[in-house]
């Protein structure tokens, strides 16, 4: 294998954080509203400060590939009386895309991979959500990355809420990089992103 094939399979991985991250706030907004303290309902902003993003890829014969994203931003709007209806819409600045490689991390920025110079920013936009308990949902959503529009499906849960007018969530799913035109490393750097999100949203 090249070097040139080793650092792109490195680089898949970073990319499938991003996807991952935007469908996971999505999640967040489609999902069912507990009885905390006070009603959830209302619009969220989701700052980079409060959210953590984190993203694997398995490796055939070795340890997974991780990163995050430290550019993550978006908008939440919580219906307790009808979660269905809730919505969300995230951006991701791919140009903050970070692995603990400097090599990789400037693979992911690549044409090969997000290409940042010609498309700089995804985003997730949720379509449809399933209530699945309380305080947890299905959500799907749209990511769009690279010029490409794909469905992507995450489990959300919310966690907490404060008399502040703040909720906490957590978010796990995936995506698969290859469908985004990421197919680099195929198949020793696996094709599914694994992602867990946890952050804070704060009512406007």
């Known amino acids: 294998m090249t070097q040139t094939s080793a650092t792109t399979r490195g680089f898949k991985r970073p990319f499938r954080k991003t996807v991952a991250t935007f469908a996971c706030l999505v999640a967040l907004a489609a999902a069912p509203l507990p009885s905390f303290a006070g009603s959830l309902t209302g619009t969220y902003l989701l700052s980079p400060a409060q959210l953590a993003t984190g993203f694997s890829v398995r490796v055939l014969g070795r340890g997974p590939v991780t990163g995050e994203?430290?550019?993550?931003?978006?908008?939440?709007?919580?219906?307790?009386?009808?979660?269905?209806?809730?919505?969300?819409?995230?951006?991701?600045?791919?140009?903050?895309?970070?692995t603990n490689n400097d090599k990789v991390t400037g693979f992911l920025k690549s044409?090969?991979?997000?290409?940042?110079?010609?498309?700089?920013?995804?985003?997730?936009?949720?379509?449809?959500?399933?209530?699945?308990?309380?305080?947890?949902?299905?959500?799907?959503?749209?990511?769009?990355?690279?010029?490409?529009?794909?469905?992507?499906?995450?489990?959300?849960?919310?966690?907490?809420?404060?008399?502040?007018?703040?909720?906490?969530?957590?978010?796990?799913?995936?995506?698969f990089r290859s469908l985004y035109g990421m197919d680099a490393g195929?198949?020793?750097?696996?094709?599914?992103?694994?992602l867990?999100?946890?952050?804070?949203?704060?009512?406007s």
Not at 168 to 174: C, M
Not at 196 to 203: L, N, V
Request: charged letters at 25%.
């Open 69 to 98: 994203f430290k550019t993550v931003s978006g908008k939440m709007t919580l219906d307790q009386n009808r979660p269905e209806k809730s919505q969300v819409v995230v951006k991701v600045d791919l140009r903050s895309v970070h």
């Open 186 to 194: 195929l198949p020793i750097y696996a094709d599914k992103v694994n």
């Open 196 to 203: 867990e999100i946890r952050g804070t949203g704060k009512r």
């Open 111 to 175: 044409s090969a991979m997000f290409d940042v110079a010609n498309h700089p920013v995804a985003t997730f936009q949720s379509t449809r959500v399933h209530i699945t308990g309380q305080n947890t949902a299905e959500v799907e959503g749209v990511l769009n990355l690279r010029g490409k529009q794909k469905r992507t499906k995450l489990s959300v849960k919310i966690t907490d809420s404060k008399a502040n007018g703040q909720v906490g969530f957590e978010v796990s799913g995936g995506f």
